[in-house]
């Protein structure tokens, strides 16, 4: 069974400094997808990312970028110069890739202080 | 673009009572997926649906929850009899290629 853990519960920090949110994922697929969404305080989850597992360049998007290391069964994901309406929770999330089951993290807090 | 749309935004019913949850997905896409959040169990997927055929209900907690995809834009989430427990957002997702494309949820309340 698939497993996604995201040991952060929660991290506060003040406004410009970068902030890497950890997942750590379990699988025995050979192939499978991986994602990041946001949920703000409004309540909507939001699509970020989605990366193949067997595609292990990182990518930057604005100011977001996602770290995906196969070796480490990880896939970071990093803000730099967060702002206020960074402050949501992040989720991290697995599938085995096809119609299947998409497997969420407990999530990550982030708080971002003015 | 239309998203997913979700009905009722928030609904509010005394244990006992059916509650039925309903979900439109985005046009063109073949997946459906009902997840429930909860503060202490988070997301938990309960069921999803591949060209309105159910895949994999193993999340959904009791006989007291069935769900239905009669045709591609539409699907119904169902609890009867609701119990105070049951309380939680309810999200529907659908998706084409993999990613999953939220409605803004059902928030249901069982007193």
């Known amino acids: 069974a698939q497993k996604v853990t995201q040991a952060q519960t929660e991290i506060s920090v003040v406004e410009k400094e970068d902030v890497t949110l950890d997942c750590v994922y379990e699988t025995r697929d050979t192939t499978y997808y991986l994602f990041w969404y946001k949920q703000p305080p409004s309540g909507e989850l939001v699509f970020l990312i989605r990366?193949?597992?067997?595609?292990?360049q990182n990518e930057i998007s604005g100011r977001y970028s996602w770290n995906f290391q196969k070796s480490t069964s990880s896939f970071n994901f990093t803000i730099t110069a967060s702002q206020v309406v960074d402050s949501a929770v992040y989720f991290c999330?697995?599938?085995?890739?096809?119609?299947?089951?998409?497997?969420f993290g407990t999530g990550t807090k982030l708080q971002v202080i003015p | 673009d239309a998203g997913v749309i979700q009905s009722p935004r928030h609904e509010v019913t005394e244990m006992g009572q059916e509650v039925t949850l309903r979900c439109k997905p985005i046009s063109g896409h073949n997946s459906l997926f009902w997840y429930r959040q909860t503060m202490m169990r988070g997301l938990e997927l309960l069921i999803y649906f591949n060209n309105n055929v159910p895949i994999d209900d193993s999340g959904m907690p009791e006989d007291r929850f069935s769900a239905k995809m009669p045709n591609a834009s539409f699907s119904t989430l169902k609890i009867q009899p609701s119990e105070p427990r049951d309380s939680a957002v309810y999200f529907c997702a659908s998706s084409l290629t993999g990613e999953l494309f939220f409605g803004e949820g059902s928030r249901l309340t069982v007193l």
């Open positions: 990366r193949n597992s067997f595609d292990e």
């Open positions: 999330a697995h599938s085995p890739g096809g119609y299947q089951k998409v497997t």
